[in-house]
């Protein structure tokens, strides 16, 4: 990756830790936006990062973080995560329109606040965070569905609009352990019968999505961009046994 710092939204959910822990550990500067205050400082510290607390559903946190990050940025990565998980029977217009703010609104102003520092980068990368059941029709996924299609258009328009400065992807996970999903996992019978639904036959982890994430934002991923990759398991594209 070429030097600078990286800023990570959601940065004390499951996948944002990891990937904050994976980019420490190969000496990125770092500057971590989360709205968890103890949490964030804590990582803070032991990640050698800055960091600025706030809630995405807050407009001003973005000019406040990218302001914080620094004139130059090498990378940004919005793994901020909800779980609203209601059939379209129930789901109602305020958990409509606050999975599209945090989602989708929220990641199209972090990249609007950060772009003329990416740009000042030259070689910069950001990475957005979409879900299987886009491509693959769940039920009870109604409200996060939508928000996260509109974060696979996002990611594609804005990659055009970005290029050759700044390359734009987007990763789309399927069911993975992560704190946020600790209380969805607690019968291991549903657990079981998800991990059979997955071709490779088991739920995803954080370092799993973190991987992926810490591959697009390198140098290995230079000629990547405008792509939403599945990181499920197979579920998204492969039938299970």
């Known amino acids: 990756m070429a030097s600078g710092t990286v800023i990570i939204y959601g940065a004390t959910g499951g996948v944002g830790s990891a990937v904050a822990r994976r980019l420490h550990q190969a000496g990125v500067p770092l500057h971590l936006v989360a709205r968890q205050s103890a949490a964030l400082e804590s990582l803070a510290t032991e990640t050698d990062a800055t960091c600025t607390v706030g809630d995405v559903r807050t407009p001003e946190v973005f000019a406040q973080a990218t302001a914080a990050a620094g004139e130059s940025l090498a990378g940004l990565v919005y793994a901020v995560g909800t779980l609203s998980l209601k059939s379209l029977a129930r789901v109602t217009a305020d958990d409509i329109l606050d999975d599209f703010r945090v989602h989708a609104l929220s990641a199209a102003l972090a990249v609007q606040a950060a772009s003329a520092a990416l740009k000042a980068h030259g070689a910069a990368s950001v990475v957005l965070c979409s879900t299987v059941a886009?491509?693959?029709?769940?039920?009870?996924?109604?409200?996060?569905?939508?928000?996260?299609?509109?974060?696979?258009?996002?990611?594609?328009?804005?990659?055009?609009?970005?290029?050759?400065?700044?390359?734009?992807?987007?990763?789309?996970?399927?069911?993975?352990?992560?704190?946020?999903?600790?209380?969805?996992?607690?019968?291991?019978?549903?657990?079981?019968?998800?991990?059979k639904a997955h071709p490779l036959a088991r739920l995803g982890t954080a370092e799993d999505i973190a991987a992926a994430i810490t591959f697009l934002l390198s140098a290995d991923a230079a000629w990547v961009t405008g792509q939403v990759i599945g990181v499920d398991g197979g579920r998204g594209r492969v039938q299970a046994r």
């Not at 569905?145 to 990763?171: D, F």
């Open 134 to 195: 886009v491509q693959t029709g769940f039920s009870n996924h109604t409200a996060v569905a939508m928000a996260k299609g509109a974060v696979e258009g996002l990611t594609r328009t804005v990659a055009a609009e970005l290029a050759p400065a700044v390359r734009v992807n987007a990763v789309a996970p399927s069911l993975t352990r992560t704190p946020l999903t600790a209380g969805l996992l607690g019968n291991p019978q549903m657990v079981a019968a998800i991990e």
